[in-house]
């Protein structure tokens, strides 16, 4: 059933919250998954696909060195994530990008590999961005076991013990990516030329699926490594441990420009994110169903909360404080008679909106999108842009002086003159060829940094079109002055698409990364942010999702906030 | 010949571009043409070497309106801005241009996108190409080699008279490229990385 369809009773007249209220970092930086979030999608995905996810092959040793091929059957088409486990000594086990030795490497590939792809795919996948891929090839990516956990789990395994649910809540996965690169990287498939392919043409669906099959993987492998080492005495792990395993994945710097350089897709994404919620808003009344729903949702978050353990000081106390905050809302009296008002919703965030923090209003916002999946579907599957090479011919220099006057205010009100203003600088590394940030005074590069300075650009750009006719083309601007051409274009794509811009300074001494990060790996549906410094941290995926065994099941993608009821 | 996808054309075109300075809009304007062309199954990487090669020498031109035979204007470089100038002005433009291939990219891109009806005529006022209906079509006779005097506007009707003209068709495949010229684009975006410092090395996992 569509959005336009429901029997939820409904206006369709609350406003969106404003770009100024939610493209500030230190919102973004405090957005949780939702049902929008791809790892969700994903599972809805493979559910009406009735795909059917099986071990092909299998030619793993007694010692988890190997190969192995995972068969994905979806309607119309056959996938397959290719495996290699390599034998690598502790000490060259690292979450570093820069690593060149990993226990697992992945491809999810088109079809089945032959003799000869599989022969080409051993040779490169294990030296990953080094080697030449495939075409054939969706990703590419790698993975090292948790040397926290993995072998302590595969001893209880073999000597017929479940593992403590502390140690599996504590840490969350059996193994942790360290890059799971698509479209296009080092030779492998452009996302392009997935068009009108329903399943894999929506964005990140391939490394999703990547990441979910790499889950199931590691869980395969620790069953059958237990079985081997332990023989009959040995037992596999519980339905209920294997469930609360994901896939960690530690994510840096390497993600951040990604949400500068595609504005049209952050729009898309943003924008359709606070349109849900705005949807929800609009709801006029719930029954006692929906009402007990969204209580039992924000007990789950609560709980969740309890559960999320960081060594960063920082994020401890955001937890610590969204565990206070959520613990008032369950304990305040007034929440049922709240969700039983005209406009519960609404009504419900607006009472509480103001004494609580930015990530205790998020997550709520993630607990009212939940329940709610059918006012939402058409924006679920219009999560993609068309990303225009060409600058619209429409506009001349008094629009963009106005749009810069109503959509760029921040960046106005920026005095980019001060040396705090102008702390650090993007770059690219030599070392990895990744995005990284350096100090503005310290570090040698600013010559080749990359165009983040927004708000400066900006400036510059009021000061020459200032100056210019106000009936101008913007065409003739730039090229007369192809150093604004970069600047026009993003202003002109923000006058359609206003949430395609971040309201921050991001070369600024205040401007925290880590924001950046984590709104786009909210979207992607992780959990558990572990912050390990404002430049990267450490994540969980699909923790709490259900196994390829159960897709068939009933209300099967119901799994927000994971959590270990006995921890 | 060494297999590449259409991102890497377009991420170490802007960055090799980069590396010799040029500006950042049409470092990746050039990049967004060359993965045009190669979806076309045009050739490109040779000229992105040679406009680079030719830019570092000012040998070429990037403005519209100081172009001469012996120095033409760079379309690599400056055709998409030509064509949205053109465009939005509704002007006849004409000058001397160093390579027509990626005049007809721009010409391509901006008939996908924005649905705007331009003609290219040389001079002898022969339609060299004109879009339409957000696709480009050519003139099978003449020869998009060549360097020479063009005129571009846009137009309301066209007269095709008997000529043939012929639309691009799309690459499905993958695009193979010289491997020696791809390494020499990849060796000058290499140029536009910084070595690690303490502070990048307090990123992802150090």
């Known amino acids: ?567 | 010949m060494i297999s590449v996808s259409l991102n890497e054309i377009y991420s170490e075109t802007y960055k090799a571009l980069r590396s010799v300075k040029i500006e950042w809009s049409l470092a990746k304007d050039c990049a967004n043409k060359a993965k045009w062309l190669a979806q076309h199954d045009q050739n490109f990487l040779g000229s992105i070497l040679k406009t680079a090669d030719l830019y570092q020498k000012k040998e070429i031109s990037i403005s519209i309106n100081e172009n001469t035979n012996k120095k033409p204007l760079a379309t690599a470089l400056m055709g998409l801005l030509l064509v949205e100038y053109v465009s939005a002005n509704k002007i006849t433009w004409k000058g001397y241009i160093d390579n027509l291939k990626f005049l007809l990219a721009a010409m391509g891109i901006i008939a996908e996108e924005q649905q705007i009806n331009l003609t290219l005529e040389n001079e002898q006022k022969e339609i060299i190409a004109f879009t339409k209906e957000k696709k480009i079509y050519v003139n099978s006779n003449l020869d998009t080699k060549v360097t020479s005097y063009s005129s571009l506007k846009t137009y309301n009707y066209i007269e095709e008279k008997n000529t043939k003209f012929t639309s691009f068709k799309n690459n499905k495949e993958v695009t193979n490229l010289n491997d020696k010229c791809w390494e020499r684009l990849k060796s000058m975006a290499f140029e536009t990385y910084v070595p690690e410092s303490e502070t990048s090395k307090s990123g992802a996992g150090y």
């Open chain 1, 1 to 567: 059933m569509g959005f336009q369809n429901t029997k939820i009773d409904l206006d369709y007249n609350h406003p969106i919250r404003p770009p100024s209220t939610v493209m500030k970092l230190d919102r973004l930086g405090s957005f949780h998954q939702t049902r929008l979030s791809f790892t969700r999608r994903l599972i809805d995905d493979l559910k009406y696909q009735k795909s059917k996810i099986e071990i092909y092959q299998w030619d793993i040793d007694n010692s988890g060195i190997g190969s192995a091929i995972i068969k994905i059957a979806l309607k119309k088409e056959t996938l397959s994530l290719v495996i290699f486990c390599h034998s690598i000594n502790d000490e060259e086990r690292t979450d570093r990008v820069i690593a060149e030795k990993w226990d697992m490497t992945f491809s999810l590939f088109r079809g089945i590999p032959n003799k000869n792809e599989l022969n080409q795919l051993s040779k490169n996948l294990k030296i990953q961005e080094s080697g030449r891929h495939n075409s054939k090839q969706l990703t590419l990516s790698r993975a090292n076991k948790s040397q926290r956990i993995f072998e302590k789990i595969l001893n209880d395994l073999s000597i017929g013990k479940q593992p403590s649910e502390k140690l599996i809540n504590d840490v969350g996965y059996l193994v942790r990516t360290t890059a799971v690169y698509g479209n296009g990287k080092f030779g492998i498939e452009d996302f392009s030329k997935t068009n009108g392919h329903i399943f894999l043409e929506k964005p990140f669906q391939a490394e999703m699926l990547t990441v979910y099959l790499i889950r199931y993987f590691s869980i395969e492998l620790i069953n059958f490594l237990a079985k081997k080492k332990g023989g009959k005495k040995s037992v596999i792990l519980s339905k209920h441990l294997t469930k609360h395993l994901g896939v960690g994945n530690a994510t840096g710097l390497g993600m951040a420009p990604f949400l500068v350089n595609h504005q049209e897709l952050i729009h898309q994404w943003i924008y359709n994110r606070e349109t849900a919620l705005s949807r929800v808003f609009s709801i006029k009344r719930l029954n006692k169903k929906t009402q007990n729903k969204i209580i039992n949702y924000i007990h789950q978050a609560f709980k969740y909360s309890l559960q999320w353990k960081v060594d960063d000081k920082l994020q401890s106390k955001k937890i610590e404080k969204l565990n206070l905050d959520l613990k008032k809302i369950l304990q305040n009296e007034k929440i049922t008679k709240l969700l039983n008002f005209h406009y519960p919703i609404k009504g419900f965030f607006n009472f509480f909106k103001d004494d609580i923090t930015l990530e205790t209003q998020e997550i709520l916002i993630s607990v009212f999108i939940e329940p709610f999946p059918e006012l939402f579907e058409d924006l679920l599957n219009n999560m993609g842009a068309d990303e225009k090479k060409s600058v619209s011919i429409d506009y001349n220099v008094n629009d963009i002086l106005d749009i810069i006057k109503n959509n760029y205010n921040w960046a106005l009100k920026i005095d980019t003159t001060k040396p705090e203003e102008n702390y650090c600088f993007w770059y690219t590394s030599q070392t990895k060829l990744e995005p990284r940030l350096g100090i503005t005074k310290k570090d040698a590069g600013i010559d080749k940094q990359l165009p983040f300075d927004i708000a400066h650009q900006i400036k510059q750009a009021v000061n020459t079109l200032s100056k210019l006719p106000p009936n101008m083309t913007a065409a003739e601007v730039m090229i007369n002055h192809p150093e604004l051409r970069n600047i026009i274009k993003r202003v002109i794509i923000n006058k359609s698409m206003p949430y395609s811009e971040i309201q921050n300074n991001l070369i600024g001494k205040d401007m925290k990364p880590i924001d950046i990060l984590r709104c786009k790996l909210s979207f992607f549906g992780a959990s558990k942010y572990d912050p390990k410094s404002n430049l990267w941290t450490r994540i969980t995926l699909f923790q709490g999702a259900p196994l390829p065994n159960e897709l068939w099941k009933k209300n099967i993608n119901d799994w927000l906030f994971p959590n270990l009821s006995n921890v």
